[in-house]
């Protein structure tokens, strides 16, 4: 799904162009400016927490894109599996035992292995089950069929938690401690930095998945062209399949994170951190993953500077505002549309 | 599997939500609220009076489903164990059960409908509901033109029967505006908001407030008015925010506060629009040291109740918290309820469960003055209506003494203080304000 | 199967009739439902759920979503335009009314002049939104739809100034016929003004709607539709045409908001969220895109089920006395089951089952059926139907 031209074996790694680090540089900066203009002697702070939550929406974006990329559907059940996600790792952290920050760092790098791979897997599964029930029979039915069993498919999974588990705030506790550590310059809590980096890695890791192996060329070539993948070879319904394992194991690992940074879960995040999600998604260029972490990123940045400007009241207008601008000047995003055009 | 199971796992949660304040039911029993069975409509053994008497109704419009049960079916349940307490002579009491959510979330339509639902049938006398302000919106226009009495335990918003915001509560009778038909034994939001302002400055002694807001009826009102009198007292507001109810991520926020020199935050709203959320990320920043206030959408419960503001708010948290509840603290009989309730439902009382009571209360007396010999539906309806308007009439319930003032406001104007008590993990009692004497405004 | 064959072949005359007096059978319809669906109500097991006059008040409400439903199918059913922000217009047209008949802004407009100027207010938006934003295609569209539709109640909800933000706009007019008919203002307790009154405008919507759709116009949509590049070739405008669209869809949306809270009497901002969006699309789409009949259909029964079949099946249930079954270890007792807790989880299968036992909506136009059932023997008769048409 990131394939700009089929032509090209590789197309990705060959292809980076110089200008890429210079904006995404340019953007930071810009972005920092921005904030501190408004933010005084909190904007390094703020700039951090801008970053922390927009990889967070990136982490969710990116199953969006994803399923969109290969089957065009926009996954309205995607946002509820990163809920559900979230109520895995309350459910591993709570039976464990765990109450409070772990300063073992030995035991806290286990028991976060656990949490995230657990949830990952648990996740991945359950939506591979939704696809193989709510959506493969649909491959082939009118385009807003499956949109609809999605938002079914998000109704049953919310209320199947709001039943089962709990109808309102669940706290849950944060393993991860809250210190300031001191990296030359720059001062930054534990929390921040590891969610920031762990989830730059697993888009890297995605990246080269995509690019490198031979399931990530299926995917592509499923993306652009499925029955001419079909003919080469290509297995459709399991390279489906893996997709949304792949989704939804994103979703579910962002799930966790939601838990351990923020410190609580409900029933209902789902659908609003989804639609902001697949809003970043659209962004970025939907389809294309690294548009998606770039859509991310820009909705943090924009919900942070809406509060440091003292307008968070109008913060989901501006997010949206800025989406209709943005596709008015850029019809495909902002990185631009990477799968084959098939309108 | 046992589906009732999953209902239990439910039902241990609770959450106050809406425009609402709390009732009178002594905070720290308006803990558990199930969402379990029975449901008044299916076990009430309304009026088991043996003696057949007149067949009448008592209709109760509530959100009963969805996110919102924790709300309503406590609050049913209060006029159910009204019912089998009291007895009228002559008749034979049955409940009218309406649901006003829909999706999960009360709707206002939906509410108007069940009102004219109850409406149309002659036997309903009287009507125990709405909880939230939006639906009363939708439904005061029907219940005056219908000429149903109706009793809300939970609205709290002055709009409803004051003039609020510059706009008369007659637009919202425009069949008959000037009869009565909608009464209510909560609060309004404004003597909250002075509370907390009154708590801000004299209590906690704190001079400079950082005020925020849900951007819903209830949090966005209180707050307005603790900016309005915290500023009256000599206080200074440093910033006036509005933080959307369905935010999550409350840090930048918290972090802004640090530049901002405020000794005291005042956040209107309730626990579910993430007001302990707030908290606990503002003890992850280490800013616990600034007291939060906030209205009864915190004082839910105890630290040890799951999905209450102090149990979200964390262990670091919960320290210097205050909170007000828009009633009395020292209701008469408080145990006695509280045990009754625990027989009927085994579960605790709700925070509107003796809010409705009293409701109920008021519809049982007004039958009993006005219903001998009276066996025209019509007639006994415009009667219960009539003398529930009328100001003269004292009612003794379980929220203790009141009367209703011309617009339908309860005479109890008093409004309990409370903070963290660090032993108890739990809301502890302060003081009670009665505003009767020196109204705010 | 040949039984079947030949009872088709005996409604054809009847039906090529109404086929080609759509205005007529459009009347006939409304009169029928006018007059005989207040009387089922009447029957068992409805009247279980409340008497007639409950359920008229229901039927008054739910023509509000059969009147969003049939507007949002010109816009997602013909033109292929997928719309996540319907109620956006729907808000507008609300707040229109709120702003010409309240006491507000002191003006008092009727409710029969509020009509052309809620939709018109609302055509205008429908105008400004899609003028910059129609040359987006699929999904693009649909975000922007859907941001829009988040905004206007953020913006309703802010702008405290103008719409008294989260308290609302109260004390609305309710219509008026000023003694015509003996009739005065509707008031807030007689549901078959309000029911008569839907009636009529739905009918009126579905005359201009299935004329529209018959004509050039309709034609380009559909081809649109089908494909844009091609109909861009053979001619059409395809801007001007798509934004026609999506005008029209917003106009009936905006006489559906005005209608709506002349009802109510009370407008505010979260009435209008995404969940009513997704409620219209889900009508439209499990109806069946782009029949209007069909899509009428679907509304009235989805609106039902949320507002009466959830609702009520639990007393329902619990009135069948279904005795207990054990069986063994396990007891079911469903008549214990607070089917209350369960009604969401409920609607999202029925979704879910409606949408994978008829993909193409409960009552599809026939072209799309012939779309999806190309290798069936019914093919040959559809196509027979189809050269029928005028």
């Known amino acids: ?343 | 599997m046992n589906l009732r199971n999953l209902g239990a796992l439910a039902g241990t949660v609770i959450l106050v939500a809406g425009a609402c304040s709390s009732g009178a039911a002594s905070p720290t029993a308006t803990a558990v609220t199930p969402v379990v069975t029975p449901t008044p409509a299916a076990s009430a053994p309304a009026a088991s009076a043996p003696a057949a008497g007149i067949a009448v109704k008592i209709g109760i419009e509530l959100p009963m489903t969805g996110g919102e049960a924790p709300n309503g079916v406590p609050t049913a349940n209060g006029v159910a164990l009204a019912l089998s307490k009291i007895q009228v002579p002559g008749f034979t009491i049955t409940i009218e059960q309406e649901d006003d959510a829909l999706n999960g979330t009360h709707d206002p339509p939906t509410g108007a409908a069940n009102m004219q639902k109850l409406a149309n049938d002659p036997s309903v006398l009287f009507v125990v509901g709405p909880y939230n302000s939006s639906v009363a919106q939708a439904e005061i226009p029907v219940s005056n033109a219908a000429g149903l009495m109706q009793c809300s335990p939970a609205n709290t918003n002055p709009g409803l029967t004051q003039t609020w915001g510059g706009v008369d509560p007659k637009t919202l009778r425009p069949t008959n505006p000037d009869k009565i038909a909608y009464v209510r034994v909560a609060t309004t939001d404004d003597l909250q908001g002075a509370a907390g302002a009154d708590i801000a400055y004299n209590v906690a002694g704190k001079k400079s407030a950082y005020v925020a807001d849900d951007t819903e009826t209830y949090g966005k009102g209180i707050a307005d008015v603790f900016a309005t009198n915290f500023t009256k007292l000599g206080g200074t507001v440093v910033k006036r925010d509005g933080i959307p109810d369905k935010t999550t991520d409350f840090t930048s926020y918290v972090t802004a506060l640090k530049g901002l020199n405020a000794d005291y935050v005042y956040y209107g709203g309730v626990t579910t629009s993430g007001l302990g959320i707030f908290r606990s990320q503002m003890a992850s920043q280490q800013l616990a040291t600034i007291p939060f206030g906030g209205g009864d959408g915190i004082v839910d419960g105890s630290a040890a109740t799951a999905s209450s503001f102090l149990n979200v708010a964390g262990a670091d948290g919960d320290a210097n918290t205050y909170g007000t509840v828009a009633g009395p603290h020292d209701i008469p009989n408080a145990a006695q309820f509280t045990s009754d309730y625990k027989a009927m439902f085994s579960a605790d009382p709700g925070a509107y469960s003796a809010a409705a009571y009293a409701c109920t209360q008021v519809f049982l007396q007004a039958l009993k003055a006005v219903g001998t010999g009276v066996t025209d539906m019509a007639a006994l309806r415009e009667a219960v209506r009539a003398y529930v308007a009328t100001p003269a009439n004292s009612y003794d319930s379980a929220l203790g003494t009141f009367s209703f003032d011309a617009n339908g406001d309860t005479s109890q104007k008093i409004v309990s203080y409370y903070a963290f008590d660090a032993t108890t993990k739990a809301w502890k009692f302060l003081s009670q304000r009665d505003f009767t004497a020196n109204p705010v405004q | 199967m040949s039984g079947a064959r030949q009872l088709t072949r005996l409604l054809d005359r009847p039906r090529a009739f109404l086929r080609l007096h759509q205005s007529l059978t459009v009347i006939i319809s409304a009169a029928l439902v006018l007059t005989v669906l207040p009387y089922i109500a009447t029957w068992y097991p409805f009247n279980g759920f409340g008497v007639q006059k409950d359920w008229v008040g229901g039927f008054a409400d739910a023509g509000v979503f059969v009147l969003l439903a049939v507007g949002l199918n010109v816009v997602v059913g013909l033109a292929g335009l997928l719309d996540l922000g319907y109620a956006a217009f729907f808000a507008i047209g609300a707040y229109t009314y709120a702003y010409g008949a309240s006491s507000f802004t002191g003006l008092h407009i009727p409710f029969w002049i509020m009509l052309v100027i809620g939709a018109a207010v609302a055509a205008l938006f429908g105008l400004l939104l899609g003028a910059p934003t129609l040359r987006l295609r699929g999904d693009y569209l649909a975000i922007v739809t859907l941001g829009f539709g988040e905004i206007v109640p953020v913006v309703i909800l802010n702008a405290d100034a103008y719409t008294r933000g989260t308290n609302g706009i109260t004390g609305l007019a309710q219509p008026d016929l000023y003694g015509l008919l003996g009739i005065n203002g509707f008031g807030f307790t007689n549901p078959y003004l309000y029911f008569g009154t839907v009636v009529v405008i739905v009918a009126i919507a579905f005359i201009f709607l299935q004329r529209l759709q018959d004509s050039r116009i309709g034609r380009a949509w559909v081809a649109i539709r089908e494909d844009e590049l091609a109909a861009a070739s053979m001619g059409i405008n395809t801007v001007s045409t798509k934004l026609l669209a999506f005008a029209i869809g917003a106009t009936t949306s905006g006489l559906a908001g005005v209608f709506y809270a002349s009802k109510l009497g009370v407008v505010s901002p979260d009435q209008f969220g995404f969940t009513v969006s997704f409620t219209v699309l889900a009508m439209v789409v499990l109806g069946g895109m782009g029949n209007i009949w069909g899509v009428a259909a679907g509304a009235f029964v989805i609106f039902e089920i949320q507002h009466q079949g959830l609702k009520q099946l639990g007393a329902f249930i619990q009135g069948l006395n279904v005795p207990v079954v054990t069986l063994g270890p396990l007891k079911i007792d469903i008549g214990s089951i607070n089917f209350i807790n369960y009604q969401y989880l409920l609607y999202g299968l029925a979704l879910v089952t409606m949408m994978l036992l008829r993909p193409e909506g409960l009552f599809p136009s026939r072209r799309r059926r012939l779309e999806l059932h190309e290798d069936t023997d019914e093919v040959a008769e559809l196509l027979a139907d189809e050269m029928l048409e005028p």
């Not at chain 1, 194991?249 to 966790?256: C, E, M, S, W, Y």
């Not at chain 1, 879960?265 to 998604?281: C, D, R």
């Open chain 1, 1 to 343: 799904m990131t394939a700009a031209t089929p032509s090209v074996a590789r197309p990705r790694m060959r292809m980076i162009p110089w200008r890429a680090p210079v904006a995404v540089v340019a953007a930071l900066v810009i972005s920092y400016l921005v904030i501190a203009n408004a933010a005084g002697a909190q904007a390094q702070e703020q700039f951090i927490n801008a970053l922390t939550i927009g990889a967070l929406y990136a982490l969710i974006a990116l199953g969006y894109t994803m399923v969109y990329g290969i089957i065009e559907l926009i996954n309205f059940a995607h946002g509820e599996i990163f809920m559900c996600g979230s109520f895995v790792a309350w459910w591993l952290i709570t039976t464990m035992g765990f109450t409070g920050t772990i300063h073992d760092l030995p035991i806290l790098v286990i028991v976060l292995v656990v949490v995230f791979l657990v949830s990952m897997l648990v996740m991945g599964v359950v939506g591979v089950i939704i696809e193989r029930f709510a959506y493969r029979r649909l491959r082939n039915a009118p385009r807003l069929a499956p949109l609809i069993t999605a938002i079914g498919v998000s109704f049953i999974l919310q209320n199947l938690v709001f039943v089962g588990i709990s109808n309102s705030i669940v706290k849950v506790p944060q393993l991860i401690p809250f210190d300031l550590l001191q990296i030359g310059p720059l001062a930054i809590r534990e929390i921040n930095l590891f969610v920031i980096v762990f989830a730059v890695a697993l888009m890297i890791a995605l990246q080269l998945f995509i690019t490198r192996t031979r399931l990530g060329t299926a995917m592509r070539s499923t993306a652009m062209d499925r029955e001419a993948a079909q003919l080469m070879g290509v297995n459709i319904n399991s390279t489906i399949a893996i997709t949304f394992f792949i989704g939804s194991a994103l979703a579910g690992a962002a799930g966790v994170v939601q838990t351990q940074y923020l410190g609580n879960t409900v029933f209902n995040i789902g659908f609003q951190s989804g639609l902001k999600a697949f809003t970043a998604a659209v962004l970025g260029g939907i389809g294309n993953t690294t548009g998606a972490a770039v859509g991310g990123f820009v909705i943090g940045f924009l919900e942070v500077t809406s509060s440091v400007y003292g307008i968070g009241r109008w913060s989901e207008a501006i997010v949206f505002g800025a989406l209709v601008v943005v596709l008015i000047f850029r019809p495909n995003g902002i990185l631009g549309q990477q799968l084959a055009d098939r309108a």
